[in-house]
């Protein structure tokens, strides 16, 4: 399962608190992604990380954050919550390397924002 | 830029009949194109991948998966579908670097008849 953990599991949260979702990896992969999922939309792309301190924004990157301070600990933070984020949240890591291109997923994180 | 359509977002099939479900995709370069399952409540894993070589592909669980160039399509199959097969299905693609993220399609879900 490539070592992803996502925590929390679950969370209910209010509008306009700030969140942070962190995911932390125990393989010191360089490439880490966060995902959220929605009925419909499949799997967006939210920020991407390609080394420590260094990230980039993905297509629904509005109202999200991410740090990266650390290779195995990669954290996306909603700035101030609002009832469009409520969603599972995915954290993957890339694996790469000769014959590795394929991500792994954590279990995910269901945000529920009232 | 890539993107993939998936057609039908449920698909319904009996116990022992073909499963096909349709992955068609748009790429710049060669693409990578993948096949993610997830089961209810669980993170996406991997069925299997296409990078370079065969273009006939083999997975887990006896699914398989033929990239056709001309057709721009990767399309999913199973001989002889089992009530184990019930899940959603995400066909993903990427630009032929390790580090370049997955772009996914919206989903399948398919259900077995018994």
């Known amino acids: 399962d490539a070592g992803i953990t996502q925590s929390p599991r679950h969370k209910v949260t209010e509008t306009g608190t700030p969140v942070t979702l962190r995911c932390h990896q125990t393989?010191?992969?360089?490439?880490m992604y966060w995902y959220r999922q929605d009925p419909g939309h499949g799997l967006r792309l939210i920020h991407y990380?390609?080394?420590?301190?260094?990230?980039d924004k993905g297509e629904v990157s509005d109202g999200y954050s991410v740090s990266r301070s650390k290779t195995e600990d990669f954290l996306l933070t909603l700035e101030s919550a609002t009832s469009s984020q409520t969603s599972v949240y995915f954290c993957?890591?890339?694996?790469?390397?000769?014959?590795?291109?394929?991500?792994?997923f954590g279990q995910g994180t269901r945000l529920t924002v009232v | 830029a890539q993107s993939v359509t998936q057609l039908g977002s449920h698909v319904s099939v009996s116990e022992g009949a073909l499963v096909l479900l349709r992955c068609n995709y748009s790429s710049s370069v060669p693409p990578y194109l993948f096949w993610y399952v997830q089961y209810p409540n669980q993170g996406l894993q991997l069925l299997l991948k296409y990078t370079t070589g065969a273009t006939l592909v083999k997975g887990i669980n006896g699914f398989e998966a033929e990239f056709k160039k001309s057709e721009t399509s990767f399309h999913l199959t199973k001989p002889s579908a089992h009530m184990s097969d019930a899940a959603e299905y995400f066909c993903?693609?990427?630009?032929?670097?390790?580090?370049?993220?997955?772009?996914f399609g919206t989903g399948t879900r398919l259900t077995i008849i018994p």
């Open positions: 993903a693609v990427s630009a032929p670097r390790g580090n370049e993220k997955l772009t």
């Open positions: 993957a890591i890339r694996i790469t390397g000769t014959g590795n291109t394929e991500a792994f």
């Open positions: 990380s390609y080394g420590v301190k260094d990230t």
């Open positions: 393989e010191n992969h360089r490439y």
